[in-house]
């Protein structure tokens, strides 16, 4: 058996094994497919992962750059109390209305709010206008501008701050140092800022299933860096 078919039925057998998930994502996920959206969405493994660590910090704010048709945002606002907020930036109009619609069905309108535009803009005028700062941080949008989202996010993190940040490991491409795909330039510019950055504690963690090979860091914000 190819270690590829491993993977998937590994993935499979955890998902049924282990992990619960609210019905609504399962039609959440038809429409996506109905609408025709690329499936990119993180993992159902990692999807809880960050469900559970918005538990575990109790988020009440949170920031998603890449919204998609609203996975990762509903497995944030889920974990989250009626007081909870998750700001999802979007940049595909289409994207981010099957993602209104499926946060409606699952009855969490009131603690989402999805941005269209581009991520970009709209971090600056939220670091602009002070928002923030955010528990919970998720970075999963495109990988060519993955460091200036990072500086931006500290700029509205507090001290206990998670940024979660995926496709860290881009099936190992980020070993390639003489790479001139703007993704893996990108990614590994990430990961020279994390290098020199000391306010924070990190870790990537190395990832394989449905979705290839990949990883995904995790990162603590150890000061108070709110702009
Ligand atoms: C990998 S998907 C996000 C998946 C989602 N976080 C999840 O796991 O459910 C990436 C999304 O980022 C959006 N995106 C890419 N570049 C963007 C940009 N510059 N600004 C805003 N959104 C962007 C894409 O349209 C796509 O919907």
């Given at each position: ?6 993977w998937n039925e590994v993935e499979e057998y955890i998902s049924r094994k282990?992990i ?24 159902v ?164 299933g449905s ?17």
């Amino acid at each position: 058996m190819k270690y590829e078919e491993t993977w998937n039925e590994v993935e499979e057998y955890i998902s049924r094994k282990v992990i619960r998930e609210p019905p609504y994502m399962e039609s959440a996920l038809k429409r996506s497919i109905n609408s025709g959206i690329p499936q990119i969405s993180v993992p159902v493994t990692e999807g809880k992962l960050i469900n559970i660590m918005a538990k575990a910090i109790n988020a009440k704010k949170a920031l998603e750059i890449g919204v998609l048709w609203g996975y990762g945002t509903m497995n944030i606002a889920s974990a989250m109390g009626n007081d909870g907020m998750v700001t999802g930036l979007e940049r595909v109009e289409k994207h981010a209305e099957i993602a209104r619609q499926n946060i409606k069905e699952a009855g969490l309108e009131s603690r989402v709010e999805i941005r269209t535009g581009d991520a970009m803009e709209s971090l600056i005028s939220m670091r602009d206008s002070r928002e923030g700062p955010f528990d919970l941080i998720f970075i999963d949008a495109d990988k060519g501008p993955y460091a200036d989202y990072f500086r931006i996010c500290l700029d509205l993190s507090h001290q206990g701050t998670i940024i979660f940040v995926d496709n860290m490991v881009w099936r190992g491409r980020i070993i390639e140092s003489d790479s001139t795909d703007e993704d893996v330039i990108g990614i590994r510019r990430l990961y020279d800022e994390l290098e020199k950055q000391d306010g924070i504690d990190a870790t990537v963690i190395q990832s394989v299933g449905s979705k290839g090979y990949d990883g995904f860091a995790v990162i603590r914000v150890l000061r108070d860096t709110h702009k």
